[in-house]
């Protein structure tokens, strides 16, 4: 199936489109096999995607070019890899490769004083790593349960926030909110290798991974058990060995007595929707109604844990209520930085259950106390290390901050808190204007860092005559957006590109900008044509460039990928004089999938 000669084409010249469209025709047919139950298949077209040299190409793009850790080097201190060693690279990945040790690297938890320890494999084994996983992740895409969200394409926080809302929102509950300690440190390596259930040179691999030891300083420490945070598999592998946590409580929860309030008996199909665990990596809630159900849960859930090597956090485990207070714990919980909590309201609010009849509460979600104060923290720790920074560089530096959380709390009931905010760093900025002009009075101050801007008369904003100026975001200008949760066993493995391309563009964390352009794309890259992925790595490019005269529109931006962005880049003369890029034009590949365009060498689409 795979025709392509790897001698054909030097890195750049490579046809990404053609191998992007076969790896996904196989990751579709894996996924497809993988729902129907047919093994023999199943093993056959992932030992062909991993032997594949087009598979092969774009694992190694994907760790050396799109990602983030591109410049961080493992035990081996290789990095930053020029296209002739990516393109050697590609024939040095294969299954029983020797595995190097991963090199330790702690980061500090945000607002914490404990660090998380990452473990940072060589480029080849993170390669490697990319290509197994294009070959396990449809087969598991296939199989994970409904309510998983962490560590998945296509899925997020705010989908498992919706989930708890859709749970409790016509009726209180009981909640388990619980947290599994060490969970990437302490998986029991057989428990898991007897779950995956791979071919055996693929567990042969997994395994070498697992025991490949970390380099901390210049000392080797054995690993026994858990999977290396930092590895491109192992968000993948602490999936699946999580996988079954839900169908464990369903199963428990069709042998329980249940009834309706008229007394009649609950079939085990009611019994089973009646019971919710909505996870999202090592964090899970159980939801019901009865108490003994919950208890018994998190008793179920405990033994099952130890099966993999696991347990519960005591510290961040507990029992409430949604509605009321239960045992001294305060009603509702935190999740993934939101509080969850319902409210008694009175006769004449209009919340009505299924059967048209008043509720008695609302249930509210909003950014965490903890969130807020951390955020805020975050703002005011960014001012005053900017005391003697222009304006206009401390509005660069607090904007994409501000930018950023707003829209992450934007899908909830959040616009209390963002007055709030805003509210307190005004007094903060005051503060900053008035450490560097002490001999001014507050109406100089004001008068010069405050501007009217469209009715607006209090924006933290630079004076440019003749520009735009440059203005702080507020909070609470982030617009309220309801969250539409994602379909409960879609996958973007099922060929649906056009849903999956809809819902990026309707991302809360999506910015605006970004969500108009891709849009106005179609969600495909205006470059090679292709749909943009959840895992794909997206950036904005003028299609002039600013070098060039090229303005800062709508009318100029367009949205690459960024191996796009990078072949774009280096030929339409954003580095050096326009005259040393056109005066030369490089000699198209032999097999003419490329052709020129106004100067701009497009590929072609097959």
Not at 171 to 186: E, G, N, T
Request: with cysteine; proline share 5%.
């Amino acid at each position: 199936m795979d025709t392509i000669e790897q001698p054909m084409y030097e890195w750049n010249q490579i046809p990404w489109q053609k191998l992007e469209r076969r790896m996904f025709k196989l990751q579709k047919r894996i996924y497809k096999a993988s729902q129907r139950g047919d093994v023999k298949t199943l093993r056959r077209l992932q030992k062909l995607l991993m032997s594949s040299w087009s598979a092969k190409c774009i694992a190694v793009r994907r760790v050396t070019q799109d990602n983030q850790g591109k410049k961080t080097a493992g035990v081996d201190g290789v990095k930053s890899l020029t296209p002739k060693q990516r393109q050697n690279l590609i024939g040095e990945i294969k299954l029983g490769s020797k595995v190097c040790p991963t090199r330790r690297v702690w980061i500090p938890k945000p607002g914490r004083e404990e660090k998380r320890p990452l473990g940072i494999p060589t480029m080849k084994d993170r390669a490697l790593q990319a290509l197994v996983k294009q070959a396990l992740e449809p087969e598991w895409e296939a199989r994970f349960e409904p309510n998983s969200y962490g560590f998945r394409p296509g899925r997020s926080c705010q989908d498992a926030v919706q989930a708890i809302y859709d749970a409790i929102r016509y009726k209180a509950k009981y909640v388990l909110d619980a947290d599994i300690a060490k969970c990437f440190d302490c998986i029991n390596h057989e428990a898991l290798l007897k779950k995956l259930n791979t071919s055996p040179r693929t567990r042969r691999q997994i395994r070498s991974w697992l025991r490949a030891g970390v380099m901390d300083g210049k000392q080797l420490f054995p690993t026994f058990e858990g999977t290396p945070q930092g590895g491109v598999i192992s968000p993948l592998l602490a999936n699946i060995a999580l996988h079954g946590m839900e169908e464990r409580v369903k199963a428990h929860a069709e042998t329980l007595e249940m009834r309706y309030p008229n007394g009649k008996k609950m079939p085990k199909r009611d019994k089973r929707t009646s019971l919710n665990l909505i996870r999202y990596a090592d964090d899970f809630v159980i939801l019901h109604e009865n108490i003994t159900v919950v208890q018994e849960c998190k008793e179920l859930i405990s033994e099952w844990l130890k099966g993999i090597g696991l347990e519960l956090k005591p510290s961040k485990t507990r029992i409430a209520h949604t509605l009321k207070q239960f045992e001294r714990e305060n009603p509702g919980l935190d999740f993934l930085g939101f509080n969850i909590k319902q409210v008694k309201v009175g006769k004449y609010r209009t919340d009505l259950n299924t059967k048209k009849e008043p509720l008695g509460f609302i249930t509210l979600i909003t950014p965490s106390k903890e969130k807020v104060q951390e955020h805020y923290k975050n703002l005011v720790e960014v001012i005053n290390a900017h005391k003697a920074v222009p304006q206009s560089g401390l509005i660069k530096n607090l904007n994409p901050i501000i930018r950023g959380w707003a829209n992450y709390y934007s899908t909830q009931v959040s616009k209390k808190t963002y007055s709030h905010l805003d509210f307190l760093v005004y007094w903060k900025l005051r503060y900053w204007a008035k450490r560097r002009h002490p001999q001014k009075t507050g109406k100089w101050i004001t008068k010069k860092y405050w501007q009217s801007i469209n009715g607006d008369n209090w924006v933290f904003a630079t004076k440019l005559e003749g520009q735009n100026p440059l203005r702080l975001q507020k909070h609470d200008t982030t617009p309220i957006k309801r969250h539409v949760k994602v379909k409960g066993e879609a996958s973007p493995y099922d060929g649906n590109l056009v849903y999956w391309s809809i819902r990026m563009g309707d991302h809360p964390e999506m910015p605006k900008r970004t969500a108009s352009l891709l849009k106005k794309q179609n969600g495909k890259c205006a470059h090679c044509g292709m749909y943009f992925k959840d895992e794909d790595v997206i950036e904005l490019d003028h299609k002039i460039p600013k070098s060039k005269g090229g303005k800062d529109s709508y009318e100029n931006w367009q949205l690459l990928h960024r191996h796009c962005h990078d072949t774009k880049t280096a030929l339409d003369g954003s580095y050096g004089k326009q005259s040393d890029c056109n005066s030369v034009k490089p000699k198209p590949p032999l097999n003419q999938n490329w052709y020129w365009k106004e100067d701009m060498l497009v590929m072609r689409c097959v």
